[in-house]
């Protein structure tokens, strides 16, 4: 997106960041450049930026809640999944890939990491679903440990991945928050077209 960020930059960021926090024995620490754009006519020295900005207003992109929503619920200890029949898509190839004659592959859709606070027992799955279609993914909580009822949900999604924020309309892509209820060991859920969902699930041993 010009100047920020689109959220398809969003869901790669998304994506990627899963990777980072699965390994985040070997990841101590993420940085993001470039941060900031000047959106006046001809003051923007580069694309795509975090965060856009004038004189009078500023705004985060679709990537800048992407990072605040990974950093924002997170837990001190990792916790493994096991994962069956991940549905996958072809790789989209640009004009570039193709004059290279790169070999399109069959891609995941869904990324995914836990992790889970020592201390209140609290998990946060995170789950990044890339495709143009809703995924429902069932949920098993393998363990002796005691699951409320009550959870949250907050959902960072756009009906079109090429959608943006901007100086006019900040607020177009942000998170929202909803109660999850009747949350269970074993439930389903279904994660929405491209979106980035957090479940906050509270746990007890």
Same mark, same amino acid.
């Given at each position: 997106?010009?100047?920020?960020? &689109?959220?398809?930059? =969003?869901?790669?960021? =998304?994506?990627?960041?899963?990777?980072?926090?699965?390994?985040?024995?070997?990841?101590?620490?993420?940085?993001y450049a470039p941060?900031? %754009? +000047?959106?006046?006519?001809?003051?923007t020295h580069w694309?795509?930026?975090? !965060?856009?900005?004038?004189?009078?207003? #500023?705004?985060?992109?679709?990537?800048?809640?992407?990072?605040?929503?990974?950093?924002?619920?997170?837990?001190?200890?990792?916790?493994?999944?096991?994962?069956? +029949?991940?549905?996958?898509?072809?790789?989209? *190839? +640009?004009?570039?890939?193709?004059? /290279? =004659?790169?070999?399109?592959?069959?891609?995941?859709? *869904?990324?995914?990491?836990?992790?889970?606070?020592?201390?209140?027992?609290?998990v946060y799955l995170?789950? #990044?679903?890339?495709?143009?279609?809703?995924?429902?993914? &069932?949920? /098993?909580?393998?363990?002796?440990?005691?699951?409320?009822?009550?959870?949250?949900?907050?959902? *960072?999604?756009?009906?079109?991945?090429? +959608?943006? &924020? %901007?100086?006019? /309309?900040? $607020?177009?892509?942000?998170?929202?928050? $909803?109660?999850?209820?009747? !949350?269970?060991?074993?439930? &389903?859920?279904?994660?929405?077209?491209? %979106?980035?969902?957090?479940?906050?699930?509270?746990?007890? $041993?």
């Amino acid at each position: 997106g010009r100047p920020t960020n &689109n959220f398809n930059a =969003a869901l790669g960021d =998304a994506a990627w960041m899963t990777g980072m926090e699965r390994n985040s024995d070997i990841v101590t620490m993420s940085a993001y450049a470039p941060l900031f %754009s +000047n959106v006046n006519k001809g003051a923007t020295h580069w694309t795509p930026d975090l !965060i856009g900005y004038n004189a009078l207003s #500023v705004y985060g992109s679709p990537s800048y809640y992407a990072q605040k929503m990974f950093n924002t619920y997170l837990g001190n200890e990792l916790v493994s999944v096991v994962s069956e +029949n991940i549905p996958t898509q072809m790789q989209k *190839l +640009n004009r570039r890939d193709s004059l /290279d =004659a790169v070999q399109p592959k069959m891609l995941p859709t *869904l990324f995914y990491v836990a992790t889970k606070n020592s201390k209140t027992g609290t998990v946060y799955l995170k789950v #990044v679903n890339t495709s143009e279609k809703m995924q429902t993914v &069932n949920i /098993d909580f393998k363990g002796k440990i005691k699951v409320m009822q009550n959870g949250l949900s907050v959902t *960072l999604k756009s009906d079109d991945p090429m +959608n943006t &924020n %901007s100086i006019t /309309d900040p $607020e177009k892509i942000v998170p929202v928050k $909803e109660t999850v209820k009747k !949350i269970k060991k074993n439930f &389903n859920y279904t994660f929405p077209a491209y %979106s980035i969902s957090v479940l906050q699930v509270e746990t007890k $041993e």
